[in-house]
């Protein structure tokens, strides 16, 4: 039976526009399926001509595709919008003969949503965007919501607080890769969840969290850099080198040998305490220090984790473009 569905993602993407009006291939596990991007028509986007699509929608209901929403957006990566929803076709799974009812629509239906997360986890790794299903942090916010005031007489919010994010939408080959990479089950390098876990946790205020996933991330990057370059250390600090090193340790051997690291020393051993203090005394440093430690760990990760930007930023503070 062919199976052909459409999907409305938990969280929109940010695409180059680019990225529309094409087909990809990708999968899940021993599923497989190709997503159909919509086309970018104002105001919301319209169905790729897959038939069948445009017949399930509700009449008069106003289904959104893509939508442009209010963001600082690099130059070079203009147009760009964001994607709600897209087409999946051409759907193929295993048979099993002791569960003959779960047929490849089945499998969609059971899959899709790990699919969505494994997406996004590279989108976000990738751009920087923040597409949490779970746990969303608005570009509106209302101040004061469900007060209901008895002096002075009024009810509700005080205020709306608005921000217009900055945005690194995917480029089409980008979006095609990620959607490649779930299908072939290539997760990312450990440092890189973590760091999107920690920047993750620092827009939603949890610090001593957000301390905690970048030390780790800037662990695991730092010891690998440390050991690759093993046999270039006096013979006594390769001894310092082992199971158990921790941050500390790959910190002193970086100083004590002189080794080139992309970022000074002393705010790496600075992002060490506020680690020690958050793990061992259970301190939440403030917001400026977070969000300094934060940009510590990306900037290491960038210079010497494995995967490589260009170190430089966009004119207006855009997130870092991969090296292809």
Not at 70 to 96: K, M, N, Q, W
Not at 178 to 196: A, K, T, Y
């Amino acid at each position: 039976m062919e199976v052909t569905a459409t999907f409305e993602l938990p969280v929109h993407i940010w695409v180059m526009c680019d990225a529309l009006d094409a087909t990809c291939p990708t999968g899940y596990g021993e599923l497989r399926f190709n997503v159909v991007m919509p086309d970018g028509r104002p105001p919301v986007g319209g169905p790729p001509p897959v038939p069948g699509v445009e017949s399930r929608s509700d009449v008069g209901e106003q289904v959104v595709w893509v939508q442009e929403y209010s963001a600082f957006i690099p130059e070079s990566l203009r147009p760009a919008t964001a994607l709600h929803r897209v087409v999946v076709t051409d759907v193929e799974g295993p048979s099993y003969d002791h569960m003959s009812w779960f047929t490849p629509e089945h499998q969609l239906a059971e899959y899709i949503n790990k699919w969505f997360d494994d997406v996004r986890t590279w989108t976000e790794i990738l751009t920087g965007q923040d597409l949490d299903p779970n746990h969303r942090v608005y570009d509106a916010e209302s101040v004061g919501e469900g007060l209901r005031f008895i002096e002075p007489p009024h009810d509700g919010a005080l205020d709306v607080k608005f921000t217009t994010p900055r945005v690194r939408p995917l480029r089409a080959q980008e979006w095609a890769a990620i959607l490649g990479f779930v299908r072939d089950g290539l997760e990312p390098p450990l440092e890189e969840v973590l760091s999107r876990d920690a920047r993750a946790a620092q827009r939603r205020g949890a610090n001593r969290r957000a301390i905690i996933d970048a030390a780790i991330a800037l662990e695991i990057a730092l010891g690998r850099h440390v050991r690759s370059h093993r046999d270039q250390l006096p013979e006594g600090l390769q001894r310092r080198i082992g199971e158990r090193t921790a941050l500390g340790g790959y910190i002193a051997i970086v100083e004590d040998s002189g080794l080139q690291v992309a970022v000074p020393v002393d705010r790496l051993r600075w992002l060490n305490t506020l680690r020690n203090d958050a793990v061992h005394r259970g301190a939440a440093p403030g917001d400026w220090d977070v969000g300094s430690a934060v940009q510590v760990m990306i900037d290491f990760l960038g210079a010497h984790g494995l995967i490589r930007r260009t170190g430089e930023r966009e004119p207006d503070g855009g997130e870092w473009v991969l090296r292809s």
